[in-house]
């Protein structure tokens, strides 16, 4: 079967399905038109957009749908990471031809929903529509204690840089998709419990999500006075 057989509309039925009922934060989820969140007193809203395209970000040659969908749903909640939020929910916005074939959406759909749980991240809505080549665009809402975000200026000279997790293992991934040696499967893991334990530790006055490389993203930190200096 391809969308086209079951249509928006079905489409859309599938992917209510799976995601299941409303649960925590979520007042209202997939089906009307906006999804309704309550955020608890005291909390500030942060929110995040992220683009996942076929032939730029991805290849179904080298990837499975699950874990196209797996990986972009990661990069999105990194970002709330990065400010010290929990996430809330998130919602997706496919583009896909009519000739898709109906479990790569369903694979994608699984794959969001997979990251989701591990994320707490729950899906609460999105758009479907027609276009040549397929393409996830999510956007990411989280909560944090008002005016504890975590942002990407404040740095100083002589402020130390740390980092966690491993840096260059996704590029190191990819490159091995590339040339031919296996599937690509691994998908970063959002530093979640990081970005919020960093939010409320004293001396912490920056933060970013490295998704770009560490010398790309260190000079989003550095500013242009610091850029200049080095």
């Given at each position: 079967?391809r969308?086209?057989?079951?249509?928006?509309?079905?489409?859309i039925a599938r992917?209510?399905r799976a995601?299941?009922?409303a649960?925590?934060?979520v007042?209202l989820?997939?089906?009307?038109d906006?999804?309704?969140?309550?955020?608890?007193p005291?909390?500030?809203?942060?929110v995040?957009t992220?683009?996942?395209?076929?032939?730029v970000?991805?290849?179904?040659?080298?990837?499975s749908p699950?874990?196209?969908g797996?990986?972009a749903?990661a990069?999105?909640?990194s970002d709330?990471a990065a400010m010290?939020?929990r996430?809330?929910?998130f919602?997706?916005?496919l583009?896909a031809p009519?000739?898709?074939?109906?479990?790569v959406a369903?694979g994608?759909c699984?794959?969001l929903?997979?990251g989701?749980r591990?994320?707490?991240?729950?899906?609460?809505g999105?758009?479907?529509?027609?276009?040549r080549?397929?393409?996830?665009?999510?956007?990411?809402?989280?909560a944090?204690?008002?005016g504890?975000?975590l942002?990407r200026s404040?740095?100083r000279?002589?402020?130390?840089?740390?980092?966690t997790g491993?840096?260059?293992?996704?590029?190191l991934?990819?490159a091995?998709?590339d040339?031919?040696?296996?599937?690509l499967r691994?998908?970063?893991?959002p530093?979640?419990r990081?970005?919020?334990?960093?939010a409320q530790?004293?001396g912490?006055v920056?933060?970013i999500?490295v998704s770009?490389?560490l010398?790309?993203?260190?000079?989003?930190?550095?500013?242009?006075s610091l850029?200049?200096?080095?």
């Open positions: 079967m969308l086209r057989d079951v249509g928006e509309f079905g489409l992917i209510a995601a299941g009922p649960r925590g934060a007042v989820g997939i089906g009307d906006a999804a309704v969140l309550r955020a608890k005291g909390e500030d809203l942060a995040t992220d683009a996942c395209v076929e032939g970000h991805f290849r179904f040659d080298r990837q699950r874990h196209v797996r990986f749903l990069a999105c909640v709330l010290g939020a996430p809330l929910g919602t997706a916005a583009a009519a000739r898709l074939a109906l479990d369903d994608l699984a794959g929903l997979d989701a591990r994320t707490r991240c729950p899906l609460i999105g758009n479907v529509t027609r276009a080549d397929v393409s996830l665009t999510l956007t990411a809402l989280g944090l204690p008002r504890c975000a942002t404040g740095t000279a002589g402020d130390r840089v740390l980092v491993c840096l260059g293992a996704s590029a991934a990819r091995r998709a040339a031919g040696r296996g599937p691994r998908v970063p893991e530093r979640l990081a970005g919020r334990a960093l530790t004293p912490v920056a933060c999500d770009d490389g010398t790309a993203d260190l000079a989003h930190l550095l500013g242009p850029r200049c200096a080095i």
